[in-house]
Nanobody, 123 residues
Framework: QMQLVESGGGLVQDGGSLRLSCAVS????????MAWFRQAPGKEREFVAS????????YYTDSVKGRFTTSRDNAKKTVYMLMNSLKPEDTAVYYC????????????????WGPGTQVTVSS
């Protein structure tokens, strides 16, 4: 069983930056692919970024490429996502997600979810 807890969300102006963190409890963290999803009001949850267990492979949805960077520290059992050049359309609840042995890019791959953290970008 794993537990995921996000932090770092908040209110930021258009063009600003935030860094999200996801602290994970449980064993064998490095065997889990980790991902970030987001859900805006009235919209479906969507994939944002993911990272392999080793941290060597990362994937991003097109709308955040070049602006968001995900990384992980396996010793600290923590995943990060640095979000630069934030836009109002990035406003959403951001969720951390984990999947054993795969790098999740769809919600159907996810085994564990965090409760989410709100990110609001004002124009």
């Amino acid at each position: 069983q794993m537990q995921l807890v996000e932090s770092g969300g908040g209110l930021v102006q258009d063009g600003g930056s935030l860094r999200l963190s996801c602290a994970v409890s449980g064993r064998s963290f490095s065997t889990y692919g980790m991902a970030w999803f987001r859900q805006a009001p009235g919209k479906e949850r969507e994939f944002v970024a993911s990272i392999s267990g080793s941290g060597r492979a990362t994937y991003y949805t097109d709308s955040v490429k070049g602006r968001f960077t995900t990384s992980r520290d396996n010793a600290k059992k923590t995943v990060y996502m640095l979000m630069n050049s934030l836009k109002p359309e990035d406003t959403a609840v951001y969720y951390c997600a984990a999947a054993l042995g795969v790098v999740p890019t769809t919600a159907s791959n996810v085994e564990y979810w965090g409760p989410g953290t709100q990110v609001t970008v004002s124009s």
